[in-house]
């Protein structure tokens, strides 16, 4: 009877402790640049990619102070805003394009966590939010990432390749993803559905081959993979934005975020816990404009209307002159008769 209880036991633990491990990997930590709904008219937005900062420390040629938005949950469009009560888990890092360590912190928000730093350079900031914990046997370390394109074109436009090329940080993130730079890229550039894009999980600086990789949009398409022998997998973006024509806006930035998570066997202990497997997991986030061949398929059409008008009008207008004819005059003399 007692082996028999504790046979049960040793299961329901077992079962609670995987639903838990699948709790956590279906709920990823990430960065988002989009303010709850209701407090949108509450931030401002800088420069050409729109980052979203506080609103009452904007212009006036102060600093601008960025914020990204701390979110769970697999859903772009709806995943849930987190209010953090706990400082002890989490740790936040945020480097600028030319790689120095920027002061940043945990803010609350009307509720709602973010986190914050001070923008005032040109190019990609690589800002993270770093999460331990130990559920069970297992300690959970969460990495959400953002990689943040700052620039305003009164600012200039140097040393672009140097400030967009991707970065790293191994002696402090233990787990992240990193896009593949293009050589076209620059301080406008922006990733368009159609495009092709290499994404890299790196633990502690190396690539991992043969884990899994999610991508999801804001449309809610989502798209699996397993990194390849050199740890990379590649993603196209769908063409997922569809609606009429007067209400299309070739400007909107829509986002997207990549997540990849593995467990090995490693102990230790956190906290006076002891723990026998580390879980990482890690997000990216960033945006994306629909298609340019979506606008100029209606530049096209639109020029294709116009010649075709101006075809049919040209026509009538020939077809009436030809029907025309020309004014004769006949003069009779009745005296010859």
Not at 197 to 225: A, H, N, Q, S
Not at 233 to 248: K, L
Request: include cysteine.
């Amino acid at each position: 009877m007692k082996n028999s209880s504790h046979t049960f036991w040793h299961l329901f633990l077992i079962i609670l402790l995987f639903s838990i491990d699948l709790e956590t990997s279906a709920q990823p930590l990430w960065l988002s640049n989009v303010p709850p709904a209701n407090q949108r008219k509450s931030v401002s937005f800088y420069g050409m990619h729109r980052l979203c900062t506080v609103k009452e420390k904007r212009g006036g040629g102060g600093p601008i102070q960025a914020i990204q938005w701390v979110r769970e949950g697999a859903s772009v469009e709806h995943a849930r805003y987190l209010s953090f009560t706990d400082t002890a888990g989490y740790r936040t890092f945020v480097f600028s394009p030319t790689r120095k360590r920027v002061k940043s912190q945990v803010l609350s928000i009307f509720g709602k966590s973010v986190v914050e730093y001070v923008d005032n350079e040109e190019g990609y900031y690589n800002v993270y939010l770093v999460m331990r914990k130990v559920l069970g046997d297992t300690l959970h370390v969460d990495v959400a990432k953002a990689e943040l394109l700052s620039h305003s074109c009164r600012n200039g436009h140097r040393n672009v390749r140097r400030a967009v090329r991707p970065k790293v940080y191994p002696e402090d993130i233990p787990f992240e993803i990193v896009r593949e730079r293009r050589l076209n890229e620059n301080f406008h550039f922006f990733i368009a559905s159609g495009d092709r894009f290499t994404y890299k999980p790196l633990l502690y600086g190396r690539f991992v081959p043969g884990i899994p990789i999610t991508m999801c949009t804001e449309k809610g398409w989502y798209k699996k993979g397993k990194t390849n022998k050199k740890g990379e997998v590649e993603f196209q973006f769908i063409q997922d934005y569809f609606t009429r024509w007067s209400e299309i806006n070739g400007r909107t930035i829509y986002y997207y975020m990549v997540f990849s998570e593995f467990t090995t066997e490693k102990s230790g202990k956190l906290h006076g816990r002891v723990y026998r497997y580390v879980h990482y997991s890690t997000s990216l986030s960033d945006g994306y404009f629909p298609s340019q061949t979506m606008y100029l398929s209606l530049v096209w059409g639109l020029i294709v209307f116009v010649v075709a008008l101006v075809v049919i009008v040209a026509g009538i207008i020939i077809y009436r002159e030809r029907r025309k004819k020309p004014y004769k005059e006949y003069t009779f003399d009745e005296s010859e008769n």
